[in-house]
C-alpha cells in the first residue's frame, strides 16, 4: 500500500526519471571510453608487434644467417609462456629457427588464431611476416594481455553501473519518501480543512525550501481565512444576540397595544412606537448590509479623485451648527494650502467623517471641543478628528470597531454601534489605516490616506 502510493507519487517518479537518465548518461560514456580503450590497447600492440619484429630482423643486418636463427631461438626461449611466436623459413618454406612449426602468414599485420598457427588453444595472434634477405620472418604476439585489460575494464565498469544504480534510485527513494512524507503533511492539513476545522496548519521543515515557501503561504491563508470565519461567525452571534432586545421591545409595544385595545382604550401611541421600533430595526439591516457591501469592494468601481480638503471643509460646514444646537464646538484646521488629492469615493468618505463627528456630538458632553485636522505626513494625508470628551478605555479602542460594539455606559444614548464599523470598512476601502488613541483628556481618531500617486 504505501509502496504503491510512493511509486505513484511524483517525487518518486523525478527520481526515477533522473535515475534512468543517469544511468544512460553512465552507459553511453562507458561505451564510449571503453570504445577509446580497445582502439588504443590494439595501436598499441600493432606498435610493439612492428617494433620487436624490426628490432629481429635488424640482426640480420650483417647478412648472417647464423646471428639471426640465434637471436630468434634466444628470444623464443626467453618469451615467458606462449603467448609470443617467433618463427625463420627459408626460401623453401623449411623451418629455420623458432618457436612455431612452418605456416604461411600473409605479408604484413594480420591478426591469425591459435589453431591456423598450429598452436593449442582459442587465442588471437597479431601477426607480423616479411622477408628478410631471402628468408622469411614470422613474428607474432598474443592479444591475451589486451583482452585482459579489456576485460578489468569491463568487469569496473559494470561494478560502477551497479553501484550508481543502487544509489540512483536508493538516494532517489529515501529523497522521494522524504518529499512525500511532507506533500502528505501538505494533504492532511488540506483534507482536515475542507472537513471544516480550520485550526490545522502545515508543518514546516525550516530548511526555507520551496516545498516550506508554499506551506507559509498556504499557513497564512489558513490564518486569514480562519480569522476571517471567526469573524463572521462572531458578527452573526452579536447581529442576533442584539437585535434580540429590539425584538423584544417591538413584542412588548404590540401586547400592550392588544391590551389597551382590548379595555377600548386608544392605541395611536402604541402604534407610533412600534413604528419607530421596526423603522429603527430597518436602519440597523440596512448598515449592517452597507458595511458588508463596502467591505465587499464592490464600491471601488466608483473611485474617482477626491480632494480631501474639499470633503473636510463641506462635512465641518454642515456639522459646525449641529455642534453649537448641543452647546459644543467644531473647528476645522488645515496645514496643507494645497488640494490633497487622493482617489476614492467622495459620499463614502464625507460618511466616514460624519460619523467620527457624530460620535463627539453624541458621545461627549456640552461644551467639549471638537477638533477636524488635516496635515501631509511623508506620503500620507493624516487627518485627525479629536475631542476632550470622555474617550475610549485603552481595553476597548478595537473592539468599538466590531459591528454592534457599544461602550456600556453608551447603552442609553441613541445608536447602533455601526459608526465605527463603517468608519472601519471605509478607510480599509480607501487603504487608510484608522487608530484610536487617548488624547488625555478625549478621543483623537487618527486617520492616514496615502495620496494618490501622481503620473
Ligand atoms: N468620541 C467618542 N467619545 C467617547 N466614546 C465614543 C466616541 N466615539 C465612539 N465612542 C464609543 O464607541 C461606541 C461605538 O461607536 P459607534 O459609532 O460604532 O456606535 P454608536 O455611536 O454607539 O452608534 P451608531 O454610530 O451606530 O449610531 C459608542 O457606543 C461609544 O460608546
Ligand atoms: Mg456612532
Known sequence: MRAARLLRSTPFRLALTFGF?????????????????????????????????????????????????????????????????????????ERLAGNLGSVSVDDGLSSVSASNLGLKGDEQFRIMAGNVGRYRLVFGHSFAETDEVEETALASFAWGAGVIVALAFGGGAILANRAQ?????????????????????????????????????????????????????????????????????????????????????????????????????NATFEALLRISQIEAGARKTRFRPVDLMDVLQSVSEIYRSVAEDNDQELEFISEVKLPCMIVGDRELLTQLFVNLIENAITHCPPKTQITMKLAVDGRSFRVTVADDGPGIPAGERELVFRRLYRLDKSRTTPGSGLGLSLVKAIADLHAASIVLDDRKPGLDAILRFPAQQLG
Open 21 to 93: 537518465l543517469f544511468v544512460l548518461a553512465f552507459l553511453v560514456t562507458g561505451t564510449i571510453v571503453y570504445a577509446m580503450l580497445k582502439r588504443e590497447l590494439a595501436e598499441a600492440l600493432d606498435a610493439s608487434v612492428r617494433e620487436t619484429y624490426s628490432v629481429v630482423a635488424s640482426t640480420y643486418s650483417s647478412g648472417d644467417l647464423e646471428d639471426l636463427s640465434a637471436a630468434i631461438n634466444t628470444y623464443a626461449r626467453l618469451s615467458r609462456s606462449d603467448d609470443q611466436v617467433y618463427l625463420l623459413l627459408d626460401d623453401k618454406g
Open 181 to 281: 512524507h511532507r506533500l502528505q503533511g501538505i494533504a492532511r492539513a488540506m483534507s482536515e480543512v475542507s472537513n471544516g476545522n480550520l485550526s490545522p496548519r502545515i508543518p514546516l521543515s525550516g530548511n526555507g525550501d520551496d516545498i516550506d515557501v508554499v506551506s507559509k503561504h498556504m499557513n497564512e491563508a489558513l490564518d486569514r481565512l480562519s480569522a476571517l470565519v471567526e469573524g463572521m461567525r462572531q458578527v452573526s452571534a452579536d447581529i442576533a444576540h442584539d437585535l434580540k432586545t429590539p425584538l423584544n421591545r417591538l413584542r412588548m409595544t404590540i401586547e400592550q397595544a392588544m391590551q389597551q385595545s382590548e379595555r377600548g382604550e386608544d392605541v395611536q401611541d402604541r402604534l407610533v412606537e412600534a413604528r419607530a421600533e421596526s423603522d429603527r430595526i
